[in-house]
């Protein structure tokens, strides 16, 4: 284990209400700022759980009124948050690449149908099983106005985010 600045202790070890702790959690959360240009009136929260805590938190935290979310199905882990948001609303899927013979591709986004009136659009930005990733996401079809969840947990950080 690691003894964290000669504390005697790893970071794993320590209370997350330590003044060491909290250091690091400022330091994490200054150097995120940065890295992503995120601005001071955006929160950053750090939770645990990765993508398929927020399959449900997507749901959950975003749909407010509305009863229907877009999802766009393009392998593994879009098609595990796509099943998991139809417990909780009317699943609209956009497009969908991905079958049970664990073909996976993205659809032309010209294809995309989305539905104006859902909440939001689901995608994963790297679908990892199948080893592919969006070079960038195609703003131009979202509509005015509709959130975009991406799921980046597997590459957060490795590019610009718009």
Same mark, same amino acid.
């Not at 504390?7 to 070890?13: A, I």
């Not at 399959?55 to 392998?75: E, I, S």
């Not at 049970?100 to 659809?107: C, E």
């Not at 986004?109 to 989305?114: L, V």
């Given at each position: !284990?690691? %003894? ?9 070890? !320590?209370?997350?209400? $330590?003044?060491? #702790? @909290? ?11 940065? @890295? ?5 009136? #955006? ?9 398929? &805590?927020? #399959?449900? /938190? ?5 749909? /407010?009124?509305? =009863?229907?979310? %877009?999802?766009? +199905?393009?392998?593994?882990? $879009?098609?595990?948050? +796509? ?12 497009? $969908?690449?991905?079958?049970? =013979? %664990? %073909?996976?591709? @993205?659809? *032309?986004?010209?294809?995309? =149908? @989305? *539905? ?11 679908? +990892? ?7 960038? &996401? ?12 991406? *799921?980046?947990? $597997?590459?957060?950080? +490795?590019? =610009?985010?718009?």
């Amino acid at each position: !284990m690691m %003894n964290y600045q000669n504390k005697g202790l790893s970071v794993m070890e !320590m209370s997350h209400r $330590s003044k060491n #702790f @909290i250091e690091i959690a400022v330091q994490c959360e200054k150097n995120l700022r940065e @890295i992503l240009e995120i601005p001071e009136n #955006f929160e950053v929260f750090f939770l645990q759980g990765g993508a398929s &805590f927020m #399959f449900a /938190g997507a749901c959950f935290n975003l749909l /407010g009124d509305k =009863k229907k979310a %877009n999802y766009l +199905t393009t392998g593994l882990w $879009s098609k595990n948050a +796509t099943n998991e948001a139809k417990k909780f609303c009317e699943v609209v899927e956009v497009a $969908s690449t991905y079958d049970v =013979k %664990n %073909n996976a591709n @993205i659809a *032309d986004p010209s294809t995309w =149908k @989305i *539905d104006p009136e859902g909440a939001y659009l689901h995608y994963c930005d790297n679908e +990892t099983v199948h080893g592919f990733e969006f070079n960038e &996401f195609p703003f131009h079809v979202l509509p005015e106005g509709m959130l975009l969840v991406g *799921d980046m947990c $597997s590459n957060l950080c +490795t590019k =610009k985010i718009q």
